[in-house]
Nanobody, 122 residues
Framework: QVQLDESGGGLVQAGGSLRLSCAAS????????MGWYRQAPGDQRELVAS???????DYADSAKGRFTISRDNAKNTVYLQMNSLKPEDTAVYYC????????????????WGKGTLVTVSS
């Protein structure tokens, strides 16, 4: 089994910064992509940013220019640096690991973390 452990959420004032971390552990040979999603109360879960094992990143329009996703493949860890935070960024942030293989020819599976709450006060 694979476990994703998120950290770094909390309460911050508008304009402030937070850095989220997500470490994947367990029987892992490789992970295709890792990403961050968020879900605000009453809303659907949405993609914030994702990054492939090769370092290619993709961002939601709301995150462009403010958030930076990065990844340490050796540690199976993904980070999300969030700057210039706004009250509308308030949500539970979830980490997702896509295409996780426990050996080279295994079928890839997706896993979700339990989420970390980010609250931005105005």
């Amino acid at each position: 089994q694979v476990q994703l452990d998120e950290s770094g959420g909390g309460l911050v004032q508008a304009g402030g910064s937070l850095r989220l971390s997500c470490a994947a552990s367990g029987s892992i040979f490789s992970i295709n992509a890792m990403g961050w999603y968020r879900q605000a109360p009453g809303d659907q879960r949405e993609l914030v940013a994702s990054i492939t094992s090769g370092g290619s990143a993709d961002y939601a329009d709301s995150a462009k220019g403010r958030f930076t996703i990065s990844r340490d493949n050796a540690k199976n860890t993904v980070y999300l640096q969030m700057n210039s935070l706004k009250p509308e960024d308030t949500a539970v942030y979830y980490c997702k690991a896509e295409g996780v293989r426990y050996y080279r020819f295994a079928y890839g599976q997706d896993y979700w973390g339990k989420g970390t709450l980010v609250t931005v006060s105005s």
